[in-house]
């Protein structure tokens, strides 16, 4: 059983930058693949980024990619999202998410997430 607790979300200028991070405890952390959703009023959520156990292998959605970067410390237990030029359309509630698989494999599929945080507000001001 785990349970993860996002943090560093708020309220930032379009262009602006924040980091999320999500703690989760248990011991068997680098089991996991990592994944950060995310869910504006009225869309569905959608896929944000992950990365396998070992941190070696990672994806990204095509409306982040180049701007957002996922990383864990294992040590830590901790899984962090660097959001840098930040937009408004970015402005969503953010959940990270655990999912069992070996330690090079991905998951871009929130249905495949067995354990999700409480989500983190991000709001991006135009």
């Known amino acids: 059983q785990l349970h993860l607790v996002e943090s560093g979300g708020g309220l930032v200028q379009a262009g602006g930058s924040l980091r999320l991070s999500c703690a989760v405890s248990?011991?068997?952390?680098?089991?996991?693949?990592m994944g950060w959703f995310r869910q504006a009023p009225r869309k569905e959520r959608e896929f944000v980024a992950t990365i396998s156990g070992h941190g070696d292998n990672t994806a990204y959605a095509d409306s982040v990619k180049g701007r957002f970067t996922i990383s864990r410390n294992n040590a830590e237990n901790t899984v962090y999202l660097q959001m840098n030029s930040l937009k408004p359309e970015d402005t969503a509630v953010y959940f990270c998410?655990?999912?069992?698989?070996?330690?090079?494999?991905?998951?871009?599929?929130?249905?495949?997430?067995?354990?999700w945080g409480q989500g983190t507000q991000v709001t991006v001001s135009s």
């Open positions: 248990g011991r068997t952390f680098g089991s996991y693949a």
């Open positions: 998410a655990a999912d069992a698989k070996p330690v090079w494999a991905i998951s871009t599929r929130d249905f495949n997430y067995d354990y």
